[in-house]
């Protein structure tokens, strides 16, 4: 049926630095926020109907269809096969100047093949209808402050309160059709010619592309597409990087697990700095910083663990009840009601992602040692206290044992900033990156499970105390990680993918059934190979790697039951974790050969 949301493996997106669009598969944009990540959806059939928002370009009869990007781009193809012919339809949004403008160009390839139109602009979320007019350059919509302009040589009407047409495209011929918004109370943005455009976004994403320094071997091209997805996820006007595209994508379909993604966690944008920086691509790295330092500002108490593109603190958490959601998943949600929360580990991410940039050469100014500080002198003194964890559990707050172990990275990166800057770390630091680490290896082990559990004292297990070696916390070799490692890869994994944690134990305050989270079967893959298990890592990777979708686009879960994603899309957290673990297995199959060339030297 057209215009009911497609499988998420049936999507890719363009952006253009300050929001994005959806895709799918038959032609339609699916979801769009203008002006940027976090404002209101003018196309949003992603979570509801054609009636919610959409704009389709595909052919009038039946077809078969592919996507695939341009290479090293964000620059989408989306190829149809029909009876008579075969044409594409090129998708791009330029890189913003001041104007959001999404394009689309519809290509003969072969024969011929007719095509039909349907642009159907709702915004406020696919709520508010436009008044709709003629103007000189083609068609105008108009809702308060929001106007867009759609500018194509194909004959276009009124329907139903949609605006449709058809053409016939043949081989060589290239039809465009660009839709371009501004302020209502404003001159509509200047006319662009489509073609330049497209070659302007070409040249510029792989120009972008070049300034990576490092190859991850075997799996360069997923790497590639994943650092153009990260990229493409990060609000240029901020530096500020959104967790993902879209919200309320649920984590089992029909459940109530839907969140809005839109917006910047402190800890995946740590993470994806670290990315960047592990590419030596350091100016993402810098205008990131400056996002920090401003949106936490001067009071580490009262740090967020999540903020708006700009660094806006005011995330109120809704519901939209007139969109039916993805497959019936109520409820919509936008915003998101765990900017409230305290999160331990966000402490520790930042201290780390801050360290790493000493060691690549950037180095802190003043501002960001005072934040350091700060950040370090607050663990110091509240790293007894319980908290809502990195899963962001709505039920009572525990001593989790990964926000003990990113407290103890807080305060140790803190200590390493300090040495590398030439002060002396108080006394007081040094004690309690001590007391923390003793803490967590007497209260945070548990012998009889074999593993670091979810939180002090608990039999539960969880998959994100896979981080202790990675963040230097424990040794990969220790016995401890060895056995937290296999003890989580034999009893907390499904169809060969890590889980979080039991999510229907009712620990997180929700209980529902969810899907893997895909970052953790990266996470063990990375301890696989600290530990010299090569062989086993590989398995995992190319395992985890095959839940992307065609396009090497992943979501935030993966049900491999049904082989299907799950949760908001594309999700950052995702594309970080395979970047890690990409680099770790790389790094680990070089030590193999390594030592196999000095064996047989001997």
Not at 152 to 163: A, D, Y
């Amino acid at each position: 049926m057209v215009g009911v949301a497609l499988p998420l493996e049936q999507y890719g997106f363009v952006g253009d630095l300050h929001t994005g669009a959806m895709i799918g598969a038959e032609g339609s944009v699916a979801w769009l926020c203008v002006p940027r990540f976090d404002a209101d959806a003018c196309f949003a059939s992603l979570l509801g109907d054609e009636s919610n928002g959409t704009f389709r370009i595909a052919p009038s009869g039946p077809f078969e269809s592919t996507q695939t990007y341009v290479e090293d781009t964000l620059v989408l193809e989306t190829t149809f096969a029909t009876r008579t012919g075969r044409a594409k339809v090129i998708d791009f949004m330029p890189i913003r100047e001041r104007h959001a403008r999404l394009v689309r160009i519809v290509e003969g390839i072969s024969g011929e093949v007719s095509m039909e139109v349907t642009l159907t602009l709702r915004f406020d979320y696919g709520r508010s209808i436009p008044w709709v007019r003629r103007v000189a350059r083609g068609h105008s919509f108009v809702v308060g402050p929001i106007a867009a302009l759609l500018e194509t040589p194909v004959e276009l009407e009124g329907r139903n309160q949609r605006t449709v047409g058809s053409f016939v495209v043949h081989e060589g011929e290239r039809v465009p059709f660009v839709l371009s918004f501004h302020d209502s109370v404003l001159p509509p943005p200047r006319r662009i010619d489509p073609q330049l455009e497209l070659a302007g976004v070409v040249e510029w994403w792989r120009r972008w592309v070049a300034t990576s320094q490092v190859r991850f071997g075997r799996y360069e091209p997923l790497a590639r597409r994943s650092l153009i997805t990260l990229k493409a996820l990060t609000y240029a006007p901020t530096g500020g990087m959104v967790a993902a595209l879209t919200t309320s994508l649920p984590e089992d379909p029909g459940g109530s697990r839907n969140w809005d993604y839109r917006f910047c966690w402190l800890r995946d944008a740590a993470f994806a700095v670290e990315a960047f920086l592990a590419r030596g691509m350091l100016d993402e790295a810098r205008a990131w910083r400056g996002w920090l330092l401003r949106a936490i500002a001067g009071d580490a108490r009262q740090i967020q663990i999540l903020y708006g593109v700009g660094g806006e603190r005011r995330i109120p958490e809704l519901e939209l009840e007139w969109l039916p959601g993805y497959e019936g998943s109520r409820p919509v949600r936008v915003g998101n009601g765990a900017a409230g929360q305290f999160q331990m580990d966000v402490y520790g991410e930042v201290a780390d992602v801050l360290w790493r940039m000493v060691r690549a050469g950037i180095r802190p100014d003043e501002n960001a040692w005072e934040i350091q500080r700060y950040l370090t002198d607050f663990v110091v003194s509240s790293w007894r206290e319980p908290d809502d964890g990195i899963w962001e559990i709505r039920g009572e707050r525990q001593h989790f044992t990964h926000s003990k172990i990113m407290a103890w990275v807080a305060i140790d990166r803190g200590v390493k900033v300090a040495e590398a800057m030439g002060v002396e770390a108080p006394s007081a630091w040094h004690a309690a990156r001590a007391q923390v680490h003793a803490a967590v290896l007497e209260e945070g082990w548990n012998e009889s499970v074999g593993a670091f559990t979810q939180a002090f004292g608990s039999t539960r297990l969880d998959a994100a105390v896979l981080l202790a070696p990675l963040v230097g916390f424990i040794d990969p070799d220790d016995p401890r990680a060895r056995r937290t490692a296999k003890t989580i890869a034999r009893s907390l994994t499904k169809g060969g993918f890590v889980q979080r944690y039991e999510p229907t134990a009712g620990v997180d305050g929700i209980g529902e059934p969810e899907g893997a989270f895909l970052p953790c079967t990266f996470w063990l893959v990375q301890n696989l190979a600290l530990q010299g298990e090569v062989d086993e890592a590989e398995v995992y990777f190319e395992r985890a790697s095959r839940a992307a979708n065609a396009l090497g686009i992943f979501s935030e879960e993966y049900e491999p039951t049904e082989r299907r994603m799950l949760g908001n899309f594309a999700q950052a957290f995702t594309h970080v974790a395979m970047l890690h673990a990409a680099h770790a297995l790389e790094r680990a199959r070089e030590a193999r050969r390594d030592g196999e060339r000095e064996r047989q030297g001997a």
